[in-house]
Nanobody
Framework: QVQLVESGGGLVQPGGSLRLSCAAS????????MSWYRQAPGKERELVAG????????NYADSVKGRFTISRDNAKNTVYLQMNSLKPEDTAVYYC??????????WGQGTQVTVSS
């Protein structure tokens, strides 16, 4: 069955960096666009970044452009999110899923990112 396992979250000070990973299994990873989403307390889940199956195109939410980078390794069935210059407003649970701008399929457990001094 489809499994998405997010990792790499944690507590970081403002201005710091984190690299999230999402290990996928149960489907042909290289055939699907993948995206990262986040959900802050009391807010709806929002798209953060997406990447096409081959990695040739990406898209980002305006709030993270220039700070976050999505990438993927199809040999490892893994999608990454490099987050730099983190801000307190980036605090959320981060999830990955299939799809470029619209998610489909089941969600993983997510990984908590907390940006605080």
């Amino acid at each position: 069955q489809v499994q998405l396992v997010e990792s790499g979250g944690g507590l970081v000070q403002p201005g710091g960096s984190l690299r999230l990973s999402c290990a996928a299994s149960g489907f042909t990873f290289s055939s699907y666009a993948m995206s990262w989403y986040r959900q802050a307390p009391g807010k709806e889940r929002e798209l953060v970044a997406g990447i096409t199956p081959g990695g040739g195109s990406t898209n980002y939410a305006d709030s993270v452009k220039g700070r976050f980078t999505i990438s993927r390794d199809n040999a490892k069935n893994t999608v990454y999110l490099q987050m730099n210059s983190l801000k307190p407003e980036d605090t959320a649970v981060y999830y990955c899923n299939k799809g470029y701008t619209v998610p489909f399929g089941s969600w993983g457990q997510g990984t908590q990112v907390t940006v605080s001094s």
